[in-house]
């Protein structure tokens, strides 16, 4: 929401928008349009193997390497651009995300989380290929005080040519990204503490997404065998004789649910339900 109390939305879907209701209907709206439509001929079976391998907008639950760094690459764009609008409508300025270059993120302990980024940016309004030779560094760090809050910490010009020397972060050393440029270390609060990225959050930094790039046809056979082994797991669905085997053992579960009934009622016992 920005300080004339309308609200936007990152990809934009329309809008600024006066209510929150009106952004859930616009996002209602844009995941409808974009949701994978089954036919209604499909046969039962490969409707629960589509719903079990797809998410409703057609794209894998389970991911390649490289899908997966391209999410997560997709989620801190649009966190940036967020935050640049923000930043333009507090500091009455008009910058645009162009690229980015180079992105880091840092964990140092419970909330303490962090995003480095060198990025170029542009004129809200310039044509696609316009904008500042200039590169910035902007650091992302998280309002502890709110549990999803993020805002730009921040946002320098810095040397394309200057070696870092009085930057030493090892929040991006020690993760591998050599290649960020920095402001003076006392510019920014994230990358002090000498410890790595935690294991088992996915990509942390550009480099492992151009690395994951590298895989993506050894992880598609694996997909594939994966979904492979899933479609087989649901065989049954279309195994005559394992529905009739169920069909007479619930057959004898409400037959001997019965007659359990009849000898309670006799002892005037409550009547026992199947659970």
Known sequence: MDRSAVFHTYPALGGPFQSLDDVQSAVVAYACRNSMAMPDELPHKERVIREFLYWPDGTRKVCTRVQTANGEQEKLRRLVEALLDKQNDDKDRADELKDIVHWQAICEGVGKWYYHLNITVKTK???????????????????????????????????????????????????GSTDMKHPPAGLFKGGHVDIRF??????????????????????????????????????????????????????????????????????????????
């Open 125 to 175: 309004g310039a044509a696609a290929d316009a904008g500042s030779a200039n590169l910035f560094f902007a650091e992302v760090a998280r309002d502890q005080n709110h549990t999803l809050g993020y805002y730009i910490s921040t946002f320098f010009r810095v040397n394309t040519d200057s070696k870092d020397d009085e930057a030493i972060c090892h929040g991006c050393i020690n993760n």
């Open 198 to 275: 935690p294991i088992g959050f996915g990509p942390c930094n550009d480099k492992q997404w151009r690395v994951s790039h590298n895989t993506e046809v050894e992880d598609e056979e694996l997909i594939k065998e994966e979904e492979e082994r899933i479609r087989d797991s649901f065989d049954y669905l279309e195994d005559a004789v394992f529905w009739e085997n169920i069909r007479h053992k619930r057959l004898h579960s409400r037959i001997w649910e019965s007659e359990t009934n009849m000898q309670r009622m006799k002892k005037g016992l409550p009547l026992k339900t199947e659970a």
